[in-house]
């Protein structure tokens, strides 16, 4: 029930609310007094202006005043009008070259490294470590239910 209060209050607020919204809304409101105190402080909340007259500023005032902070700390500032495309261009190839060959060298040593490291792992075993492993192949067969004594390699 108070999900269908604050649907109505919203319609009451909004404006689109119809007269048996409205009438509804009331009753609930008479059979619910401690909705009221909330239902204010909304209402209050609603209608107050969302900035103060005084504070209200165009966005050409907020950018002056930017501007002046950045001539104050000293900060070099062109006006973006004043800029050309084409020195637009080459400040953005002398910023982006550096990194792109940065970016691309490192790329390259990384593909290097991972294929060294996978030759590496998976590289075939030399033919000495297979006969050797060959050799140490420890392997017993008896009959079964048969008694075996034996002496391992390691003592």
Do not use: C
């Amino acid at each position: 029930m108070p999900e269908r209060i604050w649907y109505l209050l919203s319609l009451k607020l909004s404006g689109e609310a119809t007269k048996a919204e409205l009438d509804e809304f009331y009753a609930l409101l008479e059979a619910n007094p401690e909705w009221e105190t909330a239902i204010q402080q909304i209402t209050r909340y609603w209608l107050q202006s969302p900035m103060p007259t005084q504070q209200a500023q165009s966005g050409q005032d907020l950018w002056n005043k930017h501007q002046q902070r950045m001539q104050a700390a000293g900060i070099e500032w062109a006006d973006p009008e004043d800029v050309t495309t084409a020195e637009l261009e080459e400040i953005s190839l002398e910023r982006s070259t550096p990194r792109i060959w940065l970016w691309r060298s490192l790329s390259v040593a990384a593909i290097f490294l991972f294929a060294l490291a996978g030759w590496w792992i998976f590289r075939p075993a030399s033919e000495t470590k297979r006969e050797i492993a060959a050799i140490n192949q420890n392997q017993v067969s008896t009959r079964p239910a048969s008694k075996t004594k034996l002496t391992l390699p390691d003592g």
